[in-house]
């Protein structure tokens, strides 16, 4: 039969401070992956929106070069 932990922390303080120790590592560990994966997110949301923009001022360029063609047509159809 084993003891649980817990009971073996009320009786041991450096058990206590050993098996802390050890939560406080893996928590550390754990936040710092999180850290690095929320970093990647917002590299990824940012090359996201910079190629969004570049789509977007693409976009806008060919209709305005496209409306203006237009009226080169119509206005030399006119004289």
Known sequence: M???L?????????????????RYASLDERLTRIEDKVGLL??????SRNSMTKIVIGTAGT???SV????VVILTKVH
Do not use: F, T
Request: proline fraction near 3%; charged fraction near 20%.
């Open 2 to 4: 084993s003891i649980p």
């Open 6 to 22: 817990a009971d073996i922390e009320k009786e041991n303080l450096e058990a206590h401070v050993v098996l802390s120790h050890q």
């Open 42 to 47: 917002q590299q990824a949301i940012e090359d």
């Open 63 to 65: 209709v305005v070069a």
């Open 68 to 71: 203006l063609s237009v009226l």
